[in-house]
């Protein structure tokens, strides 16, 4: 049973940073490649960031690359995001999911290539 839990979350003023950590269980974490996704408020829920099984591919959205960073520490199964240089529209509920199918630059950002995932964790940057 895949189970991921998201933490790291709150609130942070505009230029600031955070590190989200996505907590996995119940699966080969080794075998899975790991994405960050969140949602907006009336908006669709987007990809983020991905990191495949053995870090040979790392993919991010056009709106993070250059501030933000996913890494992986197999040894405790934890996938983290690192956020800096925040921005108000960065808000959102960010959410870890875990694909078994491998990925690639074009389909790392869709939700149907991801197994399982985790709740939601808030951001929050004021302007």
């Known amino acids: 049973d895949v189970q991921l839990q998201a933490s790291g979350g709150g609130l942070v003023q505009a230029g600031g940073s955070l590190r989200l950590s996505c907590v996995t269980s119940?699966?080969?974490?080794?075998?899975?490649?790991i994405g960050w996704f969140r949602q907006a408020p009336g908006k669709e829920r987007e990809g983020v960031a991905c990191i495949s099984s053995f870090v040979d591919s790392i993919y991010y959205s056009d709106s993070v690359r250059g501030r933000f960073t996913i890494s992986r520490d197999n040894a405790k199964d934890t996938v983290y995001l690192l956020m800096n240089s925040l921005k108000p529209e960065d808000s959102a509920v960010y959410f870890c999911?875990?694909?078994?199918?491998?990925?690639?630059?074009?389909?790392?950002?869709?939700?149907?290539?991801?197994?399982?995932w985790g709740q939601g964790t808030q951001v929050t940057v004021s302007s």
């Open positions: 999911a875990a694909s078994s199918s491998g990925n690639s630059d074009r389909y790392w950002s869709a939700r149907w290539n991801y197994d399982g």
């Open positions: 119940g699966f080969n974490f080794d075998d899975y490649s």
